[in-house]
């Protein structure tokens, strides 16, 4: 058999590249659950549960109460944007954003009538919550929406995902007959970490429904803000977790992973980065695991199998060809099952989730180091690894 070394340069090119690490910042660890970021050393910034019309830092003021006269929010909106300026903001690395958002009436998700979105952005190419949201969950037929993911989406969830209210607020809709009349309504907390030094800020709040607000209106209530010193640190026994989630079927989990490394800001980066080869570079590194593959030992056999599962996506045609060039059976087999693991149907599913989701994170931290990335990716200058356990 020829040797692996001279077979892999005939069916390679290798490109060199490299790339700069971001200066590390001394960080301090917040402790983080499933509902919430709880942040030490925040200062306050702003409030407001608006039982009075807000003044001039919003572009509306008006005000209105639920029907069960629970709640006063502002709202409620149409299509159209509202927008929240604050000036002179302490030092900061980070910001923590807290609102609930009241959805009213017949929003109709993904689906059908749709897509009814909402997002949250500072500007152009920022967003921070663009999904579609679903207040008619009692239809089977129309019962779909992409929160907690954002839209468009390579999966959809059934209506009130995430929701931390639903059909409370006393909002009545009626379908043809009296019969047909159901509780459409819903409300989402959003407790967000976002990297941001200004000593300005604007926020955008907007839906981008069709329909008028006599169908589809909106409202905020809580708005809460605080200025944080300093990124948070990534937990240091979640990183394997960290990223399985972000190609898994959960979308509430994933949605957490992602709301992390948006606030690890830099470290979210590099986190990414460390997740990602070089989309057409050398498949070098590949060569001493397929030696492996026919190793006396079968934990090292095994081991080199798993890792090559794990790396050899970007380099599937290469792969191939190694497997089509190598004789010995051993290294043949394995590399067949290598190549089964890399193109089942979930397993892409899986990847293609993964990568929206990256390009999501990294707009939302928005810094110069994200943006590139995020270009990378988009430009397959960068892929993304295969996980050690292929969904």
């Known amino acids: ?39 030490p050393n925040a200062e306050h910034v702003y409030s407001n549960s608006f039982e009075t019309p807000p003044g001039t830092e919003w572009s509306r003021s008006d005000t209105n109460s639920t029907p069960n006269k629970k709640h ?30 009241y959805l009213i009436l ?38 779909t929406q992409t929160f907690p993911d954002w839209h468009p989406s390579s ?6 995902t995430g929701a931390t209210e639903k059909q409370s607020l006393g909002y009545i809709s009626i379908w043809g007959k009296s019969k047909r009349t159901f509780t459409t309504d819903s409300v989402y907390h959003f407790d967000l970490l976002i990297p941001h030094s ?48 972000l190609g898994g079927n959960d979308g509430m989990a994933a949605y957490r992973s992602m709301r992390v490394l948006v606030a690890a800001e830099n ?30 030992s079968y934990a090292d056999r095994e081991q080199a199998t798993q890792e090559l599962i794990r790396l050899a996506r970007p380099y599937h045609t290469f792969i191939a060809k190694m497997k089509e060039e190598l004789n010995e059976p051993e290294t043949s087999l394995r590399l067949t099952k290598v190549l089964s693991a890399i193109t089942t149907g979930n397993a892409i599913a899986a990847q293609h989730l993964r990568q929206e989701r990256v390009l999501h994170v990294m707009e939302a931290i ?7 990335l995020a270009e990378d990716l988009t430009a397959n200058r960068r892929v993304l690894n295969w996980p050690v356990a292929p969904e």
């Open 72 to 101: 006063t929010f502002l709202g409620d909106f149409g299509p159209e944007t509202v927008q929240l300026k604050l000036q002179d903001l302490p030092t900061h690395r980070l910001l923590h954003l807290t609102f609930d958002l």
């Open 155 to 160: 999966i959809l969830y059934e209506g009130w």
């Open 267 to 296: 470290e979210g980066v590099e986190f990414i980065k460390s997740h990602t080869d070089l989309g057409n570079g050398t498949a070098e590194k590949l060569l001493p695991l397929i030696e492996k593959l026919n190793a006396p």
């Open 1 to 39: 058999m020829r040797n692996i070394t001279t077979i892999a340069l005939a069916v390679i090119t290798c490109i060199t590249a490299t790339s700069s690490m971001a200066t590390k910042t001394q960080k301090e660890t917040y402790s983080i659950d499933e509902n919430s970021l709880m942040v």
């Open 198 to 245: 200004d000593s300005n800020l604007v926020f955008n709040f907007t839906s981008h429904c069709e329909d008028d607000k006599q169908d589809q209106s909106w409202g905020l209530d809580n708005v809460i803000i605080e200025a944080i010193p300093t990124p948070i640190a990534l937990p240091k026994d979640g990183h394997r977790p960290l990223w399985q989630s």
């Open 106 to 143: 017949t929003w109709d998700g993904s689906e059908n009538w749709g897509p009814d979105v909402w997002s949250l952005d500072m500007g152009k190419d920022r967003r921070l919550i663009n999904s579609t949201f679903n207040n008619c969950g009692f239809f089977s037929s129309n019962n």
């Open 366 to 372: 928005g810094t110069a180091a994200s943006k590139s």
